[in-house]
């Protein structure tokens, strides 16, 4: 589902592909059905209400995105995927789309009125893209995925830098952004919701590197040389390469961490529920979650993000 509050539209995608558009009462106790269209083939995956533009951009199952004119219900364009995607996020300025996929791969599309065409592709995720969460202000992409990372992905630097976070013992599900104290909220399939301060400088890394030898088991996350179980005895934490938890280095690199070095960039909550949908109310400082035990909760987050 998609809710705009301005004009009280609600954009729900459905299991047969079609998207049903209704508008809600002022008391929000009834909701009128304003127009139906096909837009997939096969179950609509997320959908995206663009005021804006007046468009309803769409992933489905069937390894497309699609854009609708929101008052017509026509189909503007399309373009096919490399897998079904889960991540969907549009920058109004310049009209780009950022599409993240069962694959792992994040691409890039410019729309016009009526045709797209593709930018580029980020890969580096080694699991398929479960979250993407779009800065506008700083220009930079967060994508959450299924092999438990986050990966910042510097768009508005254009240099191709990326940096990578990880913070959970399971799949990413939802990524949110505080603008104005530069904090990423990442929620977890294991129940963890952890606040990333952002206004830090990490270490930037090549996004090819990203899911190559320095990542496997037998190599020190620091320098990334190739090291084995006698070489690197040692484990720790190196929060500015985004690695909160412990991690294997070498015993040269694990001398020369400083404590300062050591320090969190991060605080870590427990939900105590396995986190499947999340909405943040960055006005309020209220962080929503559903979870697979049926529960709901209201999370005050103004202690950790202010």
């Known amino acids: 589902m998609s809710f705009n509050p301005e004009t009280r539209r609600l954009s729900i995608g459905l299991d047969n592909g079609t998207i049903s558009e209704f508008i ?17 083939q096969s179950r609509v995956m997320m959908i995206l209400f663009v005021l804006e533009m007046e468009w309803v951009l769409s992933t489905g199952q069937d390894k497309h995105f699609t854009w609708h004119c929101s008052e017509s219900g026509q189909r503007l364009g399309g373009y096919r995927t490399s897998a079904g995607a889960c991540g969907l996020q549009f920058d109004v300025e310049t009209r780009h789309v950022f599409v993240g996929d ?19 592709t980020f890969k580096g995720h080694t699991g398929g893209v479960t979250a993407l969460c779009w800065d506008p ?26 940096i990578e976070l990880q913070g959970h013992n399971d799949k990413v599900q ?9 904090q990423l909220i990442s929620c977890g399939a294991d129940g963890g919701i952890v606040v990333w ?26 320098c990334g040389k190739a090291v084995c179980g006698k070489c690197s005895s040692k484990r720790s934490s190196i929060p500015l390469m985004g ?64």
């Open 24 to 40: 809600l009462s002022e008391d929000y106790n009834k909701m009128t059905l304003v127009k139906s269209y096909q837009a997939h």
């Open 174 to 182: 939802s990524l949110s952004y505080a603008h104005h104290t530069r």
């Open 137 to 162: 202000i700083q220009r930079v992409l967060f994508s959450g995925s299924s092999d438990h990372s986050i990966i910042m992905w510097d768009i508005g630097g254009r240099k191709g830098t990326a």
């Open 197 to 222: 301060n952002m206004d830090v400088e990490r270490q930037e890394v090549d996004p090819r590197c990203l899911s190559a030898c320095c990542l496997l088991q037998h190599h020190c996350r620091k």
């Open 102 to 120: 069962h694959s792992g791969q994040v691409t890039i599309l410019k729309l016009e009125q009526e045709s797209c065409s593709l930018v580029t």
């Open 243 to 306: 690695f909160e938890f412990e991690v294997r280095v070498c015993d040269s690199c694990h001398d020369s961490i400083t404590d300062e070095e050591r320090a969190p960039t991060a605080t870590f909550h427990d939900s105590k529920h396995n986190i499947v949908h999340v909405h943040f109310d960055a006005t309020r400082g209220w962080l929503l979650t559903s979870g697979t035990d049926k529960v709901i909760k209201l999370w005050d987050m103004t202690p950790v993000v202010s």
